[in-house]
């Protein structure tokens, strides 16, 4: 089915380790975001990427990596993960054109313990 | 730098009635404005947008936003509420970088009793 997914949808981890969150859409957009949501802040943007190859920083990026060697993938990794890195993880895509219609996929729940 | 403020954490309307979730904004330049909705456990869902034109925006399950440039708002409403209206509501603002990039706001959770 067409759409964007993302895996694990539960992930807990200990402060310290590296882990990576996976997404992958299937409509061959350009864009795609990584954003974080956590009560009080809404959603603020972790990393986003243009096109393969190109990604830039967004709000708050400090503590993670990105990479996009293909199009329809764009993983997430958490170098060292720490406590307050504990939230859900929303990906997104959108098409070049798309005027900020953006479509996410259902997140991931990481708990750093 | 592009904002956008939902001033009211909670929104409580009985079924049937109209409701209105507030967005203010403030932005440089022309104004990019969209509302996203939250089920629970779900990502955002594209509601509506304002780029040009009209001041009344329809979107998708009947409801719409008015845009308002001299009160820099972008309220969202709907005539009559359904109870499975529901749902965590979020203000968005295009960054004005002019890439896709998206700045929301905290959200407002909308209870639709029966």
């Known amino acids: 089915d067409a759409g964007i997914t993302q895996s694990p949808r539960y992930k807990i981890t200990e402060t310290g380790r590296q882990v990576t969150l996976m997404c992958h859409q299937t409509w061959s957009h350009s864009y795609m975001f990584w954003y974080r949501q956590d009560l009080g802040h809404g959603l603020r943007l972790i990393y986003y990427s243009a096109a393969a190859d190109i990604t830039d920083k967004g709000e708050v990026p400090d503590g993670y990596v990105v990479s996009r060697s293909k199009t329809e993938n764009f993983p997430l990794t958490l170098e060292s993960a720490t406590r307050s890195q504990t939230s859900v993880y929303f990906c997104a895509s959108s098409e070049a054109l798309g005027l900020g219609v953006l479509h996410f996929g259902n997140g991931t729940r990481l708990t750093v313990t | 730098a592009q904002s956008v403020a939902q001033p009211e954490d909670q929104v409580n309307v009985a079924e049937g009635n109209p409701l209105t979730v507030k967005c203010t904004y403030s932005v440089s330049g022309n104004p990019y404005l969209f509302w996203y909705v939250q089920y629970p456990n779900r990502g955002l869902q594209f509601l509506l947008k304002y780029i040009t034109g009209d001041n009344l925006v329809k979107g998708s399950y009947g409801f719409e936003a008015e845009f308002n440039k001299s009160q820099t708002s972008f309220h969202l409403k709907k005539p009559s509420a359904l109870v499975s209206d529901s749902a965590l509501y979020f203000c968005?603002?295009?960054?004005?970088?002019?890439?896709?990039?998206?700045?929301f706001g905290t959200g407002t959770r909308l209870l639709v009793s029966p």
């Open positions: 968005a603002v295009r960054d004005g970088t002019g890439f896709q990039k998206l700045v």
